[in-house]
C-alpha cells in the first residue's frame, strides 16, 4: 500500500508539472521559431523582429507558465494570483524563471483559494466585488515581494545547478545514461511529467545560451518506440502484429507515444529495447551536436523537424539520433521477441493496464478496444449492467429510458449485474472498464462502453441508429413489459418489488444530508458515506469495506460532479433496507482525476430504491440542477429540488 500511495503522490506531481507547461507549448514554439529565424545567426537575421526574443522569454513564458498554475489550484482567480507572484522571481533574476513560475503560480493559487474558504459567507452583501479585487491585489503583492527577495535568488542558485549538471554530463559523455530512467519512466507512469516538467524549462535556459538544446529529445525521440513497433511488425503475433503497422505510423508521424506503451507491457524484456536504443540515440546526439529550439511537442518527427535549427548540421543530427535509437531498438526488440516464449500476445489487456499505470484514461486505450459486436435488428431490449446492478446501471437505464421514452420507441430499457445478463441481450451498456467482462458474458451482443452515465453522447448516438434502423414507431411504452429470463432478476424502476416497498421519506431522509463538507480523498468520502449508511440503520458494518472494493473495481463516479458509492454485488446481503446518504462537496474531491461535488450514498435491496434513484438520475442529468444542489443551504431545499425536478 505504502509503494503504490508513493507512485501515485509521484505521478500526480509529475502530471501537475507538466500540465502547467504543455498548454503553453505554443507559445514556446512561437518564441522558438522567432529566435531560430530572426537573431543575428538565425535563418532570416533581423534585428527589429529579434527585439522580441527577450521579453517573451523573460517575461511572457513564465507568466502563463505561473498563470496556469495558479489556475489549475483555484481558476481564473488563482491564475490571477499565481501570475503576479511570479512576476517577483522574473523580476529578481536574470534567467529564464521556469522554475519560480512552476513554484509562485501554484502557490499564489493556493494561498488565494485558502483566503476564500476562510472568508467565505461571511461578506456582507454588495462588499463581494471590493473584498475579492483587493484581496488578490494585496495578496498578489505580497506574494511577488517574497518571491523578489527570497523564492528568485533561490531558484537561480537551483537552475545553476541544474545547468551546471546538465553540461557536466554532456562534457563526461554520461548524458546517454539518462535513458535508464526516463525510457521505463514514461511508460509506466510519467509520460510527458519529465519532458516538461523537468527537461523543458532547463532546455529553453540552454536555448537562450546557445540556440538549441539537446533537452528537448531526450524523451521526445521517437527513435525507440519506432524500433519496438517495427520488430513487432515482422515478429510479433497475433493481434499484436496486426495492430503495430498503425501504431507505428500514429506513434512516428502523429507523436502520440503512448501507442507503443502496451506493446511494451506485454513484454516487459522490451524495456531494454527502448533504453538501449534511448542511449545509443543520446549519444548520437551528443557526438553530432544535435538539439532543438523548442519542444517538440507532440514528439513526433514532423514536430521534430519544424523546431530543428535550420542548418544543415542540425537536420544530420537530428535526424541520425532518430534513426539509430530506432534501429538499435528494433535489433534488440526482434531478438527478444523472435527468441522468447511464442504466445497469442493480448494487446487490449496490456492497454488497460497501462491506463491504470497511468492513473488516467488513456488518450490511445480505445484503438486497443474489443469490436463492439454487430447492432442488432428489431431491438426489443436494451440492458444497463454494471458489477452489482443496484447503482450506476440504474441511473444509466433511467435516463436512457426516458430517451427512450421521448424518442417514441418501442424498447424496453432495464438494468441488471453483468453475471445475470440474459444470454439472449440484443444490446448492452456498461461502463469502459466493465465492457470486457460484459463481453465474456454475452459476446454476441452489441455492447456499447460509456464512461459518464449522466451525460454520455452515447445514448443520443444509439437513438440515432435504432431510429434509422426503422425502430421508431410512435406508441406508449410500458416500461416493465421486459421479458423475464428464468432464473435472472432485473431491475424496474417501479417500486414495491416482492411486496417491500418503502416510502420516499424513508430512503433519503434530512439527517443523511450532509453539508459543505470537505475530504482529503475519495476513500474518506465514501467511507463518510458508508458510515451514514450503517447508522441510520440502513447497512451493516461491513457494507463500508463492500463500498470501498466496488470503487476499486471500477471508479463510481457518474459524471457531471456526482459519484454513486455503493456495495458489491456480493454485499447486497448486508443491506437491511433501501436507503440513501447524499453529501454535499462545495470545492469536490478526485475520483481518479474527476472532481465529484455531489455524492450519493446507496444501499438498494429488491429493487425498492429504484424510484428515487431514477429521480436523482435525471436531477443531475442536468449540471444547472448540480449547481443548484452544490449551493443549497438545507438539507430540505436540496431534497426538493430532487423532487421538484421529477414532478
Known sequence: MAHFNIKVAVQKFGNFLSSMVMPNISAFIAWGLITALFIPSGFLPNESLAKMVTPMVTFLLPLLIGYT???LIHDHRGGVVGAIATMGVIVGSDIPMFLGAMIMGPFGGYVIKKFDQLIEGKIKAGFEMLVNNFSAGIIGGLLSILSFLAIGPAVDVFTGWL???VDWLVGTGLLPLTSILIEPA?????????????LSPIGVEQVKQTGA???????????PGIGVLLAYCFFGKGTAKKSAPGAAIIHFFGGIHEIYFPYILMKPMLFLAVILGGMSGVFTLVLLGGGLFAPASPGSILAITAVTPHNAGAYIANFAGVIVAALVS???GAFILKTGKQSEENIEDAAKKMQEMKGKKSSVA?????????MPTNVSKIIFACDAGMGSSAMGASLLRKKVKEAGLNIAVTNTAISNIPADAQIVITQEELTPRAQNKVPNAYHVS???FLSSPEYDSLLARLQDDGTDELHEIVEDAEEKVPGVREHSIEPGIDGNEQE????????????NQQFANKEEAIRFAGRALVNAGYVKESYIEAMIARDELTSTYMGNDVAIPHGTEEAKKDVLKSGFTVLQIPDGVDFDGQKARLIFGIAGKDGTHLEILSGIAVTCSDMENIEKMVKATSARELMDIISVENN
Open 163 to 165: 545547468v551546471a549538471g
Open 69 to 71: 498554475g495558479g489556475k
Open 366 to 374: 480505445d484503438v486497443f478496444a474489443s469490436d463492439s459486436g454487430t
Open 504 to 515: 420516499d421519506n424513508e430512503l433519503l431522509r434530512e439527517e443523511n444530508v450532509f453539508l
Open 330 to 332: 528494433f535489433i534488440v
Open 450 to 452: 460509456v464512461d459518464n
Open 186 to 198: 514514461k511508460v509506466l507512469f510519467l509520460n510527458n511529467a519529465i519532458n516538461h516538467g523537468v
Open 213 to 223: 538544446s539537446i533537452l528537448f529529445l531526450l524523451e521526445s525521440n521517437p527513435g
